[in-house]
T-cell receptor, first 108, second 115 residues
Framework: RKEVEQDPGPFNVPEGATVAFNCTYSNSASQSFFWYRQDCRKEPKLLMS???SGNEDGRFTAQLNRASQYISLLIRDSKLSDSATYLC?????????FGQGTRLTINP | NAGVTQTPKFQVLKTGQSMTLQCAQD?????MYWYRQDPGMGLRLIYYSASEGTTDKGEVPNGYNVSRLNKREFSLRLESAAPSQTSVYFC??????????????FGNGTRLTVT
């Protein structure tokens, strides 16, 4: 089993839709969790950290479920500019592990 | 605030040539990383340095060497480049206290082609 697994893409959704991604992790000792966004041929950029209580930043909501060992990202009222690859990052002891990424395309 | 600076941005090598990718961060982070990303693939960790003076292998270390020159700088060397090393290379840094890791900050990447 991979340490971090993401929903297989690609996701193609119409503008204005709500879309959700999940990311499961295998190491229950993982402590930190993040969502990154990567545009084509660019470096990944931090979208948001994921806290135990869940957190929201505008149209984006991140949640952590330790019992089932997954994190989620919800995007509401999606915009064309949300088209990108979304990477989850998990911090088991002494390392950071990236998911493979989920490609999202928002269609007009 | 520069963050993480990588050089060069682009490089073309012939098989067998060597080169060093440079990375520097000005955020006083203790941990630094080198990743490679192939087309349509996720990021794969080559080497990392948890703190100044230490380096460890990641997922795909073969064909590479690293040097943590000081707290700011972490270089990646290809001793004898191969076409399989054609990729985009990202340097990153973070603050790590052995349990919690702050988010990674990435450099802009180096696009390397080996012919």
């Amino acid at each position: 089993r991979k340490e971090v697994e993401q929903d297989p893409g690609p996701f193609n959704v119409p503008e204005g839709a709500t879309v959700a991604f999940n990311c499961t992790y295998s190491n229950s000792a993982s402590q930190s969790f993040f969502w990154y966004r990567q545009d084509c041929r660019k470096e990944p950029k931090l979208l948001m950290s994921v806290y135990s209580s869940g957190n929201e930043d505008g149209r984006f909501t991140a949640q952590l479920n330790r019992a089932s060992q997954y994190i989620s990202l919800l995007i509401r009222d999606s915009k064309l500019s949300d088209s990108a690859t979304y990477l989850c990052v998990v911090n088991p002891p002494q390392k950071l592990v990236f998911g493979q990424g989920t490609r999202l395309t928002i269609n007009p | 605030n520069a963050g993480v600076t990588q050089t060069p941005k682009f490089q073309v090598l012939k098989t067998g040539q060597s080169m060093t990718l440079q990375c520097a961060q000005d955020m006083n982070h203790n941990s630094m990383y080198w990743y490679r990303q192939d087309p349509g693939m996720g990021l794969r960790l080559i080497y990392y340095s948890a703190s100044e003076g230490t380096t460890d292998k990641g997922e795909v270390p073969n064909g590479y060497n690293v040097s943590r020159l000081n707290k700011r700088e972490f270089s990646l060397r290809l001793e004898s480049a191969a076409p399989s090393q054609t990729s985009v290379y990202f340097c990153a840094s973070s603050a790590w206290d052995s349990v919690y890791n702050s988010p990674l900050h990435f450099g802009n990447g180096t696009r390397l082609t080996v012919t």
